[in-house]
């Protein structure tokens, strides 16, 4: 049973660019929440898909945005990157829209010059 | 808002020692509690939550830890840590039905021989 899968792993980009990082919930999870997580901090909630809908968003700019797919997949697009984007980010997965058994993935670290 | 506060970044305890990480939380209205685990260049992994009934919440890897309504903790304890258990530990919350995941910012345990 596969768990949640983040691609790709690394990631380097320059200031103003724009990237797109992939997520896909375990099986059987129809609901995929993104974080960032800055260097010795904890995750910070970015937003929640379900039902291929944005539900809920934490407190970051327009720049951030995503998309869920029929297949439950999803992807984080960050435009206009900033030096401060530089980060690792989260895909999390659930049912329902739920957040009491997330499964996270490894991460993308975006490294941004 | 609730927010999280983990009250040690830095933990460093010898081998078969006990162990206390501690979380305090703040909230309004009713809350679930979870304690997850990071190793390096991995995501986070669940080792226990508490969402209702017995305060004391028994989880993987021999951790345990207890709600206190009172004191708006949810503290971490191991008995006897071992060298493996060098991770990140970060505690979070829910707030209320369908409510989103705030972390702490973590604690770094070092389990030393």
């Known amino acids: 049973d596969a768990g949640v899968t983040q691609s790709p792993t690394h990631l380097i980009k320059t200031r103003g660019q724009q990237v797109t990082l992939r997520c896909s919930p375990k099986s059987g999870h129809d609901t995929v929440s993104w974080y960032q997580q800055a260097l010795g901090q904890g995750p910070q909630f970015i937003f929640q898909y379900y039902e291929e809908e944005e539900r809920q968003r934490g407190n970051f700019p327009d720049r951030f945005s995503g998309h869920q797919f029929p297949n439950y997949s999803s992807e984080l697009n960050v435009n206009a990157l900033l030096l401060g984007d530089s980060a690792l980010y989260l895909c999390a997965s659930s049912t329902r829209g739920r957040d009491e058994k997330l499964f996270f993935g490894s991460g993308t670290q975006l490294s941004v010059l | 808002a609730q927010s999280v506060t983990q009250l040690d970044s830095q933990v460093p305890v010898f081998e078969e020692a006990p162990v206390e990480l501690r979380c305090n939380y703040s909230?309004?209205?009713?809350?679930?509690l979870f304690w997850y685990v990071q190793y390096p260049n991995q995501g986070l992994q669940l080792l226990l939550k508490y969402l209702s009934g017995s305060t004391l919440v028994k989880g993987i890897n021999g951790f345990e830890a207890e709600f206190n309504k009172s004191q708006t903790s949810f503290h971490l304890r191991k008995p006897s840590v071992h060298i493996s258990d060098t991770a990140e530990y970060f505690c979070?919350?829910?707030?209320?039905?369908?409510?989103?995941?705030?972390f702490g910012d973590g604690t770094t345990l070092t389990v030393k021989p």
């Open positions: 979070a919350v829910i707030e209320g039905f369908a409510g989103k995941s705030t």
């Open positions: 909230s309004s209205v009713s809350v679930y």
